[in-house]
């Protein structure tokens, strides 16, 4: 049976909504922790004019690997295997950048590498879509958020929701402008930034 | 795939101030051909996204789109459309006007370049203000191709010729851009 996330399935509708208007005009996109794959075989088939190119970490893959394979298009990829602490990354440059629920999974360290990695792969006129929980001037949004939170730190000590202001200082470090930040059902944000220069 | 970075694409790209006219900096690109590796890795990168889409044809705009668009084709196993000036190809064409700075000019094709329903890419090494590439994917839709893309080395992003091509919903790939050109 493949991996299923029932998070995924609640807010892929919310988030291809986004899509449709961030990534009109994009031809590649690079997804980074692509999980289950639930989220880039329902965006590559809502998006057929854009090409979906998932990742994951190594030792992560397999389950990807699987359900692409069973239920990937054709403009669905084959997973491609991506730590964001890899310098450079190792892919030709993309249009577009897709990640969904990684920031407070990774460690702060890792966020860094993240922003630099894109920096360095988000061809001109490039667009970042991140979707996730943020805390906002130093606080969560909800008491689900924070409970969510102290569950992730317990769980891992490095990992824990991330301060808007503080991810979005590492995208202007790499050129990117914040071009919409989108509330989203259950306390989320999307946040949309496009290459300056 | 010969892999070089964005940073090296752009560096390999020449800045020839004030040409062809006082105050405007010329992008050039000959250094960047001229550079066998960064050439190589620039062919395969500018179309990566569709390498495996089954292109038909690759369409390049005269007349640097021709050194990129030629070699670009080859890469995916394509044939080649060359898209010239009024008056350049020997065979009956089809046309279509475009708007420069002053008055009008005309971009053409073989009225039997492209058959309906092939799938192409539209490569040139600039995007400036767009009309050319505007006018090239009206001219391939009007014999009936599907346009996949549209995909520049180089975009002078303040001319904002991307936003004519997204209104035309053609994806727009562009590697690197310099602005304030």
């Known amino acids: ?197 | 795939m010969q892999s070089v970075t964005l940073a090296e694409i752009r560096a390999a790209i020449r800045a020839i101030p004030d040409y062809p006219r006082p105050g405007v900096v010329f992008r050039d690109i000959t250094t960047l051909v001229g550079n066998a590796r960064v050439f190589r890795a620039v062919v395969d990168q500018l179309v990566e996204p569709w390498r495996d889409a089954g292109v038909d044809r690759v369409a390049g705009i005269e007349a640097r789109g021709f050194i990129l668009g030629g070699a670009v084709a080859h890469q995916l196993r394509a044939g080649f459309v060359p898209i010239r000036k009024k008056g350049k190809l020997p065979h009956p064409t089809v046309s279509v006007p475009y708007s420069l700075e002053y008055g009008l000019d005309e971009i053409e094709v073989h009225q039997d370049a492209v058959r309906a329903g092939e799938r192409l890419v539209l490569v040139d090494d600039l995007l400036a203000t767009g009309g050319t590439a505007e006018a090239a994917v009206k001219l391939l839709r009007s014999l009936g191709a599907a346009v996949l893309a549209a995909c520049f080395v180089i975009e002078l992003p303040d001319l904002r010729g991307a936003a004519r091509l997204q209104a035309l919903e053609v994806p727009v790939r562009r590697l690197v851009s310099f602005a304030g050109d």
């Open chain 1, 1 to 197: 049976m493949l991996a299923h996330s029932d998070a995924c399935e609640r807010n892929k509708e919310p988030i291809l909504a986004v899509l449709r208007e961030a990534f009109a005009a994009v031809g590649g996109v690079l997804e980074v922790g692509s999980g289950t794959g639930q989220h880039a075989v329902h965006f590559a088939a809502h998006l057929p004019r854009l090409v979906w190119q998932p990742s994951e970490v190594p030792e992560l893959i397999a389950p990807l690997e699987e359900r692409v394979r069973l239920e990937g298009g054709a403009n669905l990829r084959a997973p491609v295997a991506l730590d964001v602490r890899a310098t450079p990354w190792a892919c030709a440059p993309v249009d577009a950048v897709f990640s969904a629920n990684t920031l407070h999974i990774m460690s702060w360290e890792s966020v860094g590498s993240f922003f630099r990695g894109v920096g360095g792969v988000l061809a001109a006129g490039g667009v970042l879509v991140v979707y996730g929980p943020f805390n906002y001037g130093g606080r969560f949004t909800s008491a689900s958020n924070a409970q969510f939170d102290a569950w992730l730190r317990a769980r891992d000590p490095v990992s824990g929701l991330r301060d808007f202001a503080a991810v979005d200082a590492l995208a202007r470090a790499q050129g990117l402008e914040l071009a919409a930040d989108h509330a989203m059902p259950a306390n989320n944000r999307t946040l949309v930034w496009r290459r300056a220069a």
